[in-house]
């Protein structure tokens, strides 16, 4: 008999008596499991190389040996060598004739000068690592071990500096879609906004427009910082407080901008912010949502969902929120005109209308939740 993958199947299993065997007998592939397994030390592999500086070195001297890179670094040459190797499987590295090399990928993400840089962001995406490993307990008590509920200053400080690069790309190429660029002296509200990319983008594309930026205290240093390198604060209020609580005008701001917090939130919060955003607009403003969402079935938007796992092993209220949900969530409150924008990859946004006249009657039919 010639040679098979599954010899076995063929002398016990042919078609005369049950069909296909290669079709029905042959198992599945254990691939899937092993990358799980793997994607562990994958993880932290990649954050040893880029604490250690080893991303930014190769880009300074070029293709290099492993003792090469150790000697400049001052470590020891036989770890670095493997653990550049385990950098290699994960194709973010290349090996050629014993010298490595950055690729396109790794020098436009990983560099820290790269031109989309995640570097400062990938050691915190995950949240706490100690929440991960005591997800069973998470799951069985329905409350994170270490939420960052309880110190969101810590946790919300280095992850808005890490995210502000790819949130910025984000807001930036928005204008293709929202032509914020284009409006007269617009009034922009960005609740939550972290190191405050998204206003810096509108700012900085619009000469007449103002800001009122607000985020918890402490984090919302890192706005100012931010803005203060791009010569805007003058044209800045800074709002500290809880986006629950704070004091907003009704009827006020030409945009408002929800920019990847309310996964954070959870549905029922997350309507809270939705609707205190309608009536600080004025007739005829725009909020825009961003996020990661996952489809009506929950079992396709694969980023979106280990998203939302992450808000489950770390925050009290977070949860994935999907397209539909945001989208019927948006409506109820009053707006119109819904749609979904993609200024770059990954990155999704809803964008509303509050309807322009104010006799118009409004279409909410529920009272305001209380957070």
Request: proline content about 7%; some cysteine.
């Amino acid at each position: 008999m010639r040679d098979a993958a599954y010899p076995e199947l063929k002398t016990t299993h042919t078609i005369a008596r049950t069909g296909r065997p290669f079709t029905d007998y042959k198992p599945p592939p254990a691939a899937p499991v092993w990358d799980v397994i793997e994607g562990y030390g994958r993880f932290h592999v990649l954050v040893s190389a880029i604490e250690l500086g080893v991303f930014d070195a190769l880009e300074r001297l070029g293709p290099s040996t492993g003792a090469e890179l150790a000697d400049d670094l001052g470590v020891s040459a036989p770890h670095l060598t493997t653990l550049l190797e385990g950098v290699v499987a994960t194709q973010l590295l290349d090996q050629r004739f014993g010298r490595f090399e950055l690729n396109d990928t790794a020098r436009r993400y990983l560099t820290t000068d790269g031109a989309a840089s995640m570097s400062a962001l990938i050691p915190v995406s995950p949240g706490p690592l100690v929440n991960w490993q005591r997800l069973t307990q998470t799951v069985r008590t329905g409350r994170p071990a270490e939420p960052v509920d309880n110190d969101p200053v810590a946790f919300y400080v280095p992850l808005v500096e890490g995210t502000f690069v790819t949130i910025l790309r984000m807001a930036t190429r928005a204008d293709l879609y929202l032509r914020y660029s284009a409006l007269v002296e617009p009034r922009v509200l960005d609740l939550g906004a972290g190191g405050a990319p998204w206003a810096s983008a509108i700012l900085t594309a619009n000469a007449g427009a103002t800001a009122v930026v607000n985020d918890l205290p402490g984090v919302i240093d890192v706005a100012e910082r931010k803005l203060a390198e791009r010569d805007l604060l003058g044209r800045v209020e800074f709002r500290p407080g809880d986006f629950h609580d704070i004091a907003l005008e009704d009827d006020h701001f030409d945009l408002v901008v929800l920019g990847h917090v309310c996964r954070a939130e959870g549905a029922e919060r997350a309507g809270h912010l939705i609707d205190r955003a309608y009536r600080a607009l004025a007739p005829g403003g725009r909020v825009v949502l961003s996020d990661y969402f996952v489809d009506r079935q929950r079992a396709l938007a694969g980023h979106a969902l280990m998203m939302g796992a992450t808000m489950m092993a770390s925050t009290v209220h977070g949860e994935a929120l999907s397209y539909g949900d945001v989208a019927d969530r948006l409506r109820l409150a009053g707006f119109e005109a819904v749609r979904l924008v993609e200024p770059i990859g990954y990155q999704q946004a809803f964008v509303a209308s509050k309807p322009p006249r104010t006799d118009r009657p409004e279409r909410r039919t529920t009272q305001e939740t209380t957070p």
